[in-house]
């Protein structure tokens, strides 16, 4: 998230701005105006802290903000427009385009990186926000998942139960194949315990690594399993 987009026609400023944003721990990607800019923020890993220069040619930087906010509504970015306009209709004019923040030109080292920290709180905050939206979604869709799964499962190790108590016990064959069946839901009733057990969202490695799955025993564990 320290990777920061600089929309800004002049050398000068894009100069200032890569000395201080880099000495912070930033990593400032530059555009010359705002073609360039919406290029940049078509890529998978767009920045999501942006410094729009107000007054660039074609693109503005409150029209940029404007199809920004438009293109994607989803995307998580904080936009502060940089100017040297301070009335008060141009401010009105920036947040209605979708600004965040404001900072004059020339501006003060500390003001901007003040305001540079807020915005990559803000970012930060947003998305905990929605991580823990979808670990609530996660855990809401395994319980639907395990009520489902229960009954039929419950159906189908009750009639291996009974075909057991009835089968001779010279068919040897038919024992075992009934004997895997009764395995086999014992297995997939565990699993469906260990699922309605999750308490708190927890994944692990899976295929060497490769992918992440939810932890199944993190639940059982804090149900007082073993």
């Not at 555009?31 to 729009?52: H, Q, S, T, V, W």
């Not at 007054?55 to 503005?60: L, R």
């Not at 009750?158 to 057991?164: K, Q, R, V």
């Not at 064959?173 to 699922?195: A, M, Q, W």
């Amino acid at each position: 998230m320290n990777k920061i987009l600089v929309a800004d026609d002049s050398g000068v400023f894009r100069e200032v701005f890569r000395k201080y944003l880099i000495d912070w721990g930033y990593s400032p990607v530059f555009a010359k105006d705002g073609e360039a800019a919406m290029r940049i923020m078509e890529n998978d890993d767009f920045p999501r802290l942006l410094l729009l220069d107000w007054n660039m040619p074609g693109i503005t930087g409150p029209e940029l903000c404007f199809k920004l906010r438009i293109k994607d509504s989803t995307k998580s970015v904080f936009i502060i427009l940089t100017t040297s306009r301070n009335k008060n209709d141009d401010i009105i004019i920036g947040l209605e385009a979708g600004a965040d923040d404001f900072i004059s030109k020339p501006f003060r080292p500390d003001e901007l990186k003040a305001r540079l920290s807020t915005g990559h709180r803000i970012l930060t905050l947003h998305k905990q926000a929605l991580e823990e939206k979808s670990k609530a979604a996660v855990l809401e869709t395994a319980g639907a998942i395990c009520h489902e799964f229960n009954q039929p499962l419950q159906i189908i190790k009750g009639w291996a139960e009974i075909l057991l108590s009835r089968i001779n016990k010279i068919e040897k064959e038919c024992i075992h194949g009934v004997n895997e069946i009764l395995k086999s839901t014992e297995r997939l009733e565990k699993l469906t315990y260990d699922l309605m057990n999750i308490s708190e969202y927890k994944t692990k490695g899976y295929m060497n690594g490769k992918k992440r799955i939810v932890d199944f025993k993190k639940g059982d564990k804090d149900q007082g399993g073993k």
